[in-house]
């Protein structure tokens, strides 16, 4: 009797490339380029005499793995407690697709978004504890020029959560810091 499944055989070659490599051998990676910093999208962005470091100087190679283009979802923390949780992720998926839609002409967006980054988008989901909170970063990050999505439910007219448009780590981290990664 024949079989229809393939025989795999071990091979050395095969244990030293990724699982992906060996199913789809065709698809070549599609590295994220990165965009210069923009200034309006951090505060060290907006200082610019400041020189580059030392460390970042001769580092290209950490720089880059460090500065990964990431979006951020904040949800509010007393919606978490009180709603279902399949709505509270509804509320996020809503912010970040509409931030990716509303930037989708961007080149970091346009990076993110690329056939060979799909597999391996960066999220960052992180938490408030209210409306006031929420608003506040909202308004933190209209000042500074953050390219993001207040998420309104309507027809409530509930402020539920904030998505930025995916973006080089290193220009809106420090928004981001202080607060809690969901849970």
């Given amino acids: 009797m024949l079989s229809l499944l393939p025989l795999r055989l071990p091979s050395p070659v095969a244990s030293t490339l990724p699982a992906a490599a060996c199913l789809l051998p065709g698809l070549p990676r599609i590295p994220i380029l990165r ?25 290209e190679p950490r720089k880059e793995a460090e500065d990964v283009v990431v979006q951020y979802v904040v949800l509010r923390r007393d919606l978490a407690d009180a709603w279902p949780l399949g709505s509270v992720v509804a509320q996020g998926c809503h912010a970040a ?12 967006t346009a990076a993110y978004c ?44 509930i402020p539920t959560c904030i ?16 607060l809690k990664l969901c849970k």
């Fill in 114 to 157: 690329a056939p060979g980054n799909l597999d391996s988008m960066h999220k960052v989901t992180l938490e408030v504890k209210g409306e006031i909170q929420l608003k506040n970063l909202a308004e933190k990050l209209e000042a500074a020029g953050v390219r993001h999505k207040l998420w309104i439910e309507q027809p409530e007219n």
């Fill in 35 to 59: 965009a210069p910093p923009r200034a309006g999208m951090s505060a060290a962005a907006s200082t610019p005499d400041a020189a580059p470091s030392a460390a970042a100087v001769g580092e």
């Fill in 163 to 178: 998505a930025t448009a995916p973006c080089p780590k290193s220009q809106v981290a420090s928004f981001f810091r202080k």
């Fill in 97 to 108: 697709v509409a931030a990716v839609w509303a930037h989708r002409d961007h080149p970091d």
